[in-house]
């Protein structure tokens, strides 16, 4: 089985500038994550979709930062404006929407590693 | 916002020692879970425990689940180098439709 797949893998950009990430998920995983991971801290879930809705986006810097998954497949993560605090690794994970009462694990990209500058 | 706490943030052991880490969290669970993070890399998921079990293993990994006291330990046996990564729990709350929210992790060093 594939895994979940991220691009790229490292970005550098200067601050103000635009970038974004993308994302494909496990085949048949209706859910997919993106989190922020700043180093040293464990990752910040940023938005979480259901197929191609919003199922929570509470933590989303919806001034600069935006995200899509057409057709509930792939996604994109896009920051615009970039700032200097935004240096952080963004993970894609997947996983199978909740079965019964207990869920299961999710499925982690590697990782796209974003400094700004 | 963080759900979970682990504790030590920080946990350096020889190799063949046993490797002990916990984590608290705050609200009622449906699931708690273990995942290791190599530098550089995405998480890996480690063993998954429900809210109705009290202990669970898998190969070298024992897990433990208190719900009264809303904590979780993860225990290593005969840590291996290659253990050297750092560690995360992370919950599944009842009726968030599967949001999954990480602690703060332990990074454990293993040395020969």
């Known amino acids: 089985e594939a895994g979940v797949a991220q691009s790229p893998r490292y970005k550098i950009i200067e601050k103000r500038q635009s970038v974004a990430f993308w994302c494909n998920p496990i085949s048949g995983h209706a859910t997919l994550y993106w989190y922020q991971q700043i180093l040293g801290q464990g990752p910040k879930l940023l938005i979480q979709?259901?197929?191609?809705?919003?199922?929570?986006d509470s933590q989303l810097p919806k001034d600069r930062f935006s995200a899509e998954r057409l057709k509930g497949v792939d996604s994109t993560l896009k920051i615009q404006p970039a700032k200097l605090e935004d240096s952080a690794v963004y993970l894609c994970?997947?996983?199978?929407?909740?079965?019964?009462?207990?869920?299961?694990?999710?499925?982690f990209g590697q990782g796209t590693r974003l400094t700004v500058v | 916002s963080q759900q979970g706490e682990e504790d030590p943030q920080a946990l350096s052991i020889q190799e063949g020692e046993n490797a002990t880490m916990n984590c608290s969290y705050k609200t009622s669970i449906n699931n708690l879970q273990w995942y290791r993070q190599n530098s550089g890399r995405g998480l890996v998921h480690l063993i998954l425990i429900r809210s109705n079990e009290r202990e669970k293993h898998s190969g070298r990994l024992r897990v433990t689940l208190d719900t009264s006291k809303k904590s979780s330990s993860l225990l290593i046996t005969a840590s291996r180098a290659a253990d050297t990564a750092s560690y995360f729990c992370a919950t599944d709350k009842p009726g968030t439709a599967s949001k999954l929210t990480f602690g703060t992790g332990t990074r454990l060093q293993v040395t020969l």
């Open positions: 994970a997947s996983r199978h929407p909740l079965r019964g009462t207990f869920g299961t694990e999710a499925f």
């Open positions: 979709f259901q197929n191609n809705g919003v199922v929570d």
